[in-house]
């Protein structure tokens, strides 16, 4: 298919560099026009604004940071609305906002165009190797005929109508956040009562406490780098999105507010270009200890290929 891929950060560059390794023809746009040149290099084209990237396109993704930076491309200067023509396919993969995705929808389906939100999990170093988990909502018959370019990213789960992908996204997140904090809280409670960090990790991973979390972060902690593959930056936007969709659905979401506040505090002290995992930092500082383990701690997004 010809595809048009609109967002070159980390996660963005690696999920068009599968796509164009999987066959498909690439044309590529980025606000920073030097984000395109490996991809150029191993064969894709570089446009100079969203409208060009889609011109001649049969699916346009966004893979960007949030929702203010997808309704600048759908509805600005050069946007996806002024390219819109029958046929085209829009797929959003931004940790989104629900409702807008399906705002610029409609206003993309008065000129032919279709919408599906396929946000996705997996982290860096699943992106690079193709291996994310795609949360596709709309059309169960749209999502089969984009099936080929969405597999060269990982994984694909049907989850129903337009905007379920950003609400799977969002909760998922939501789980994520909270036990990343908590995993802080419980690793810097065991460390203090004297137990040996990699003793508690294989715990945590033989029980009830297991997760994605439990297995892919806590090497970032022990490290000590916190995973700056993903932002503090992008943390508090996420949970700002999840915090207003739960207002939107009258949910209390406790739980999550005291999470968001953790992460905003770290935010506030690290730096939001700081690794997601600073929320551990935060409660390790203030209790005086730290969860430095000695070892060669892979940085998954330097070693996945």
């Known amino acids: 298919m010809k595809v048009g891929f609109i967002g070159l950060g980390r996660m963005g560059c690696a999920v068009a560099r599968n796509i164009l390794r999987a066959g498909h023809q690439l044309t590529v746009h980025d606000i920073r026009p030097e984000a395109a040149d490996t991809l150029v290099a191993e064969g894709a084209r570089s446009a100079a604004s969203p409208a060009e990237c889609a011109a001649h396109a049969d699916c346009v993704i966004t893979m960007v940071f949030g929702p203010a930076e997808v309704e600048a491309i759908v509805t600005g200067p050069d946007g996806l ?7 085209l396919v829009w797929v959003d993969m931004t940790t989104n906002r629900p409702s807008l995705v399906r705002h610029l929808a409609t206003l993309l389906a008065d000129k032919g165009v ?9 982290a860096i170093d699943g992106a690079i190797k193709g291996e994310l988990t795609l949360f596709a909502g709309g059309p169960a018959d749209l999502v089969e005929s984009v099936r080929p370019v969405l597999a060269a990213a990982g994984r694909i789960i049907f989850v129903g109508p337009l905007g379920s992908g950003g609400v799977v996204k969002l909760v998922t997140n939501q789980l994520w956040f909270i036990h990343a904090a908590a995993i802080g809280e419980a690793m810097v409670t065991a460390r203090k009562a004297g137990v040996d960090l990699l003793a508690l990790w294989e715990a945590m991973k033989s029980g009830a406490a297991d997760s994605f979390v439990c297995r892919h972060d806590v090497p970032s902690i022990f490290a000590g780098h916190y995973d700056p593959s993903f932002t503090l930056d992008l943390c508090c936007k996420d949970l700002a999105l999840i915090t207003g969709l739960a207002e939107e659905q009258t949910v209390d979401a406790d739980l999550t507010r005291l999470v968001r506040a953790k992460f905003e505090a770290a935010r506030q002290r690290y730096g939001g270009s700081e690794g997601e995992l600073s929320v551990c930092r935060a409660i390790e500082q203030q209790a005086g200890v730290d969860l430095r383990v000695p070892g060669n701690w892979p940085r998954h997004w330097e070693t996945a290929t």
């Open 114 to 122: 279709s919408t599906i939100d396929a946000p996705v999990t997996g």
């Open 81 to 87: 609305l002024s390219a819109a023509r029958h046929g």
